[in-house]
């Protein structure tokens, strides 16, 4: 039999746990697809006497994560632990270090430092594998990077956070507000620890990051991603986008300009009949379009310990196989530098304003709107109250550096009540 390849896992949360029980489940159906037996070594959290509800009696225990990564008897260093500074970015250096593989679900740490990270493991002659830091259980990295490897990709886009997607379709199911939803979140335990990670659309912004870096062979950079939460999402917007035949969405979209690399997490009304729109609860999906292949489309559990454990498992089952590709598809240093373009494909856009309910008040907005060159596709006045108009217009394909000029002009009509929210309409 040949020698067993020796895990050591680091955090033993949810997806730690997750991990632990699919090995000891399943231990000869993994062994065979790995061609050896994959076998803990060591585990390590932040406390030992918790009660996980699973059997780690077998493995040795290293209270220093960091310990636990530089240990002489592993293959494969397992980070589940997140945060993308302290224990897990000096763990994952120290495995690599110590010439030890590494699979990391953590996406902020490779969103905020994977360029460096991959550039180590490849020194080092070892794997960084992260499928489970996008989109959860959905195997998108695995499509990337070899499925599609044959293709020029031409956009990437989806949903990619989980709790975003719950709230905002439990608002148009249920008729409850945001804040009533962010609360169920926070009782059902779907917040990260940081929530303004998941509803500013930073955890989302993550993933996209490192999507677009192997969809088009950049370096990670996550910074320059535009980035818009959902908090500021009200049932009015969601009611009216379901009347036009829209859903709201915060969807993340990726994609190669004349101008540079746009990468954008945002809220986006898109079609409800489209499988995005039809996209309900916690679930993610993934759109990849490729030159050859067309689009496809990826759904599944982007969270979870049984989706997330599941995709950990794939990477260190393919590393004990002897599989070995680049962290992000191709050589670190080979990952092209480029100009980030900000929101550089036109679009339609959907406006929402009150405006005083008094003569000339909507040709003075039809003129902001002119004036900056945008033209209106529809527009209507509905449920007018005390001298005010609500007003929604849906633009043609328009930039928003003009849709922000055409805004700020609002403002200086003095017909305008309140702030105009304004949400792309994504062409998916
Ligand atoms: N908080 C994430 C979500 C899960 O709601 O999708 C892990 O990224």
Redesign the pocket.
Known sequence: MTAPFRIAIAGLGTVGIGLVRILQTHPEMIAARAGRPVEIAAVSARSKDKDRGADLSAYAWEDDPVALAKRPDIDLFVEVMGGHEGAAREATEAALKAGHHVVTAN?ALLAHHGNAIAAAAEEAGVALRFEAAVA?GIPVIKALTEGLAGNEIRRVLGV?????NYILTKMEETGQGYNALFEECARLG?L?ADPN??VGGI?AGHKLSLLAAIAFGTAVDFDAVELEGIQSITLEDIRQAADMGYKIKLLGVAQMTGRGLEQRMSPCLVPDTSPLGQLDG?T?MVVIEGDAVGQIVLRGA??GAGPTASAVLGDIIDVARGFRLPAFGQPAASLRKVRAARAAVPAPYYLRMALADKPGALAKIAACLGEAGISIDRMRQYGHQEGVAPVLIVTHKTTRSALDEAVAAFSDTGVLEGTPVAIRIENV
């Not at 990619?160 to 975003?164: A, E, I, K, R």
């Open positions: 996406k959860g990619m956070n989980g709790t975003c779907y990260e990670l998941d955890d916690g993610n982007g969270a």
